[in-house]
């Protein structure tokens, strides 16, 4: 297996957007197509029936071989024609322009998935060999801010990747208008209590919520007829029943039967067996069952891959030792409060705490460790070049020159990253295990 076939294999999601967004287009072109050639068709026949009605007369000046004749326009028949050839302009008209919406939809979502194969494609160049080397280092950063792209657009921060996105040159890298799209009728739900953009797109893409036997657009139109019902509108609500629900009644029997219930109890009233309708955490349930979809539909993974990959690599990192602490503790929020820790070097302090040393420990992520588990090291390791300090313990001599080195602590001395003490460079005895 080449290096890089691993990471290709965790970055699916990256070329599947654009390919579901593809297909989505194709299908609508297609549907919009057929749907319009057979209404022109029934138009043309329409014509052809409406013309050979209409009276004709035999110009003047025509020669005996000349077929051509006066067609008399003034009939009602005629009138009707130039209707029904203008209705058929108009339609035309109307399908030229959709198209064209379509054709540049298209030209986006293929210019989007050429560049993602161009950035995936950086890996198989034959320069990157390993994680060291440079070009891998860059490709790195670039799927980081991709990430953090992601991130960002998924927490309601719009402004701050789409800053991001544009100062590093990747919007075609990331899902924006989708993640967009997406948030704004989410909030629509959770927040607003309005269903006008999610009943939209369910309209909008209704073939595949049949495909998928999605049950969203019934709950949401469920949903709108409850608040009529709340609202104290009960004309309108049964109004709206019987235009949107009844036709669900074969399927969807019981819960029609307390839909029809409902308009006998107010929700200022404790009603018992209908709380569950009246609940507000019904318009939460709306918003993830429509998040859900939305994210099949494209392809989206369903949660942040940055948190994904930040787990991994907490857990890769965090050992029996680590100071991390207990879900008591981080529920009680017993800790003390986040605090940025002073570069070493700048104010010549040797810090060695844990906190500083390992991520893990350090206060920004040990809450985020709390619940994650161990790493599994099924080998022990011995440094290449083992030495001996004063005080018995053993360490690779190259890794403990860079912990002093980071600790900021004077040359020629080295530090025991577990007991903190301090010994002079020399003091330590090289080793020769066997
Ligand atoms: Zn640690």
């Known amino acids: 297996m080449a290096f890089g076939d691993n990471t290709l294999q965790l970055e699916e999601p990256l070329l599947r957007v654009p390919y579901e967004s593809m297909r989505k287009t194709f299908k609508s072109t297609q549907r ?22 209409v009276p004709t007369s035999v110009a003047t000046n025509a020669t ?27 339609r035309v008209k109307g399908m030229k322009r959709k198209m064209s919406s379509l054709k540049s939809e298209h030209e986006r979502n293929v210019s989007k998935a050429r560049a993602r194969i161009d950035f995936l494609s950086q890996l198989c160049d034959p320069t990157v060999q390993d994680v060291d080397s440079e070009k891998y280092k860059d490709w790195s950063r670039t799927r980081l801010n991709m990430l953090l792209v992601d991130y960002c657009l998924r927490n309601g921060q719009p402004n ?47 073939q595949f919520l049949k495909k998928i036997r999605s049950n969203l657009e019934f709950q949401i139109k469920f949903q709108q007829y409850i608040e009529l019902v709340r609202d104290g509108k009960p004309a309108e609500a049964i109004q709206y ?35 569950d309708l009246y609940s507000p955490q019904r318009w939460d349930e709306l918003a993830d069952m429509f998040v859900q ?47 940025l820790h002073q570069p070493f070097g700048r104010n010549h302090r040797v810090d060695l705490t844990r906190g500083y040393m390992c991520p893990v420990c350090s206060i920004e992520l040990r809450n985020l460790a709390q619940p994650l588990p161990y ?60």
């Open 32 to 53: 919009h197509l057929e749907r319009n050639i057979e209404q022109l068709r029934v138009g043309a026949q329409d014509l052809v029936n409406l013309t050979s009605n």
């Open 64 to 90: 005996p071989d000349d077929s051509a004749m006066d067609v008399d326009y003034s009939g009602s028949e005629a009138a009707q024609a130039l209707s029904q050839i203008d209705g058929m302009i108009g």
């Open 160 to 206: 701050t990747a789409m800053r991001l996105a544009s100062a590093r040159g990747i919007e075609k890298l990331v899902d924006i208008e989708e993640l967009q799209q997406c948030n704004e009728i989410e909030r629509s739900l959770r927040t607003d209590h309005v269903i006008s953009k999610c009943q939209a797109w369910c309209s909008e893409n209704r």
């Open 241 to 275: 029943y019987r235009q949107n629900l009844i036709k669900n009644a074969e399927t969807k029997f019981d819960l029609m039967m307390r839909a029809s219930g409902l308009l006998a109890f107010r929700s200022s009233e404790d009603n018992e067996p209908y709380n």
């Open 293 to 339: 979809t939305f994210q099949e539909l494209h392809g989206l993974p369903h949660r942040s891959l940055f948190l994904h990959y930040l787990a991994t690599g907490i857990t890769a990192l965090k050992t029996h030792s680590c100071e991390v602490p207990t879900a008591e503790e981080v529920q009680q929020q017993q800790l003390a409060p986040p605090s």
């Open 375 to 434: 790493a599994l090291h099924h080998h022990s390791h011995l440094d290449a070049d083992p030495v001996m300090l004063p005080n018995s313990r053993i360490y690779g001599k190259a890794k403990l020159d860079d912990y002093a080195k980071k600790a900021g602590i004077p040359p020629n001395k080295i530090v025991d990253p577990v007991t903190r003490e301090i010994f002079d460079d020399f003091s330590a005895t090289k080793v020769f295990p066997t």
